[in-house]
């Protein structure tokens, strides 16, 4: 049985028709000690159902360890989002609401293999000579975070130099707290800088490659 009903299955097909090339969802789960952990799997089964090109390959972080080291997932529930290559997406909690519409713009993104910005934003991010992290705060209720989002997929897509976690804030309260996170959409750039809000394309590029890299 579906994770979702009839007409929700028929709204991601048209959402996912775009779909070019293969994507791989990597889910690393576990049974004890996650509450979203079953939920997450049966969503991302039944999404996979919509469009062949989707596909889903489930691991435990600890019987997978290797592969949890190999993708950098550090937490349950936690995905990795690959197309033709490993562009460095990582999704981290359940995507309900209007995570779930950021989760599908990554697919798609990753699909392209293209990062759909402006020449502008491309020539700004090829300035970029030192490792970005982001992670990005959000929020099942929040329609302003698949945005900020979107904006950090887009860029991992861009530049090898980039890596984009798009975490859900009501997951992960230790997160919460070590980032000061009080409203979402929060972008934290390798825990040093942040964004507050959905910003316009331009200033989220600016700041995210003119923040300063943490000290080595």
Same mark, same amino acid.
């Given at each position: 049985?579906?994770?979702?009903?009839?007409?929700?299955?028929?709204?991601?097909?048209?959402?996912?028709?775009?779909?070019? $090339?293969? *994507?791989?969802?990597?889910?690393?789960?576990?049974?004890?000690?996650?509450?979203?952990?079953?939920?997450?799997?049966?969503?991302?089964?039944?999404?996979?159902?919509? $469009?062949?090109?989707?596909?889903? +390959?489930?691991? $435990?972080?600890?019987?997978?360890?290797?592969?949890?080291?190999?993708?950098? *997932?550090?937490?349950?529930?936690? #995905?990795?989002? #690959?197309?033709?290559?490993?562009?460095?997406?990582?999704?981290?909690?359940?995507?309900?609401?209007?995570?779930?519409? &950021?989760?599908?713009?990554?697919?798609?993104?990753?699909?392209?293999?293209?990062?759909?910005?402006?020449?502008?934003?491309?020539?700004?991010?090829?300035?970029?000579?030192?490792?970005?992290?982001?992670? #990005?705060?959000?929020?099942? =209720?929040?329609?302003?975070?698949?945005?900020?989002?979107?904006?950090?997929?887009?860029?991992?897509?861009? &530049?090898?130099? *980039?890596? =984009?976690?798009?975490?859900?804030?009501?997951?992960?309260? +230790?997160?919460?707290?070590?980032?000061?996170? =009080?409203?979402?959409?929060?972008?934290?750039?390798?825990?040093?800088? +942040?964004?507050?809000?959905?910003?316009?394309?331009?200033?989220?590029?600016?700041?995210?490659?003119?923040?300063?890299?943490?000290?080595?």
């Amino acid at each position: 049985m579906s994770y979702f009903s009839d007409q929700e299955q028929q709204a991601l097909a048209a959402r996912l028709a775009p779909m070019t $090339n293969p *994507v791989r969802l990597v889910l690393f789960t576990q049974a004890i000690g996650c509450e979203t952990c079953p939920a997450t799997e049966r969503s991302l089964r039944s999404l996979a159902e919509v $469009n062949p090109l989707l596909t889903v +390959d489930v691991r $435990n972080p600890v019987l997978d360890a290797e592969d949890a080291a190999t993708y950098g *997932v550090s937490r349950v529930p936690g #995905i990795a989002i #690959i197309g033709e290559r490993d562009y460095g997406m990582r999704f981290y909690g359940a995507p309900d609401g209007y995570e779930m519409v &950021s989760l599908l713009e990554g697919i798609l993104l990753a699909s392209a293999g293209d990062s759909q910005l402006s020449d502008e934003a491309r020539a700004t991010i090829a300035t970029l000579s030192s490792p970005r992290h982001l992670q #990005i705060f959000s929020t099942p =209720t929040c329609p302003h975070c698949p945005k900020a989002v979107r904006l950090g997929w887009q860029m991992a897509i861009e &530049s090898e130099h *980039v890596r =984009t976690d798009a975490i859900s804030a009501v997951e992960y309260p +230790d997160l919460v707290q070590q980032h000061r996170v =009080t409203g979402v959409p929060k972008t934290v750039i390798d825990g040093t800088a +942040d964004i507050l809000g959905a910003v316009p394309e331009t200033q989220f590029v600016e700041t995210v490659v003119g923040a300063a890299p943490p000290a080595s």
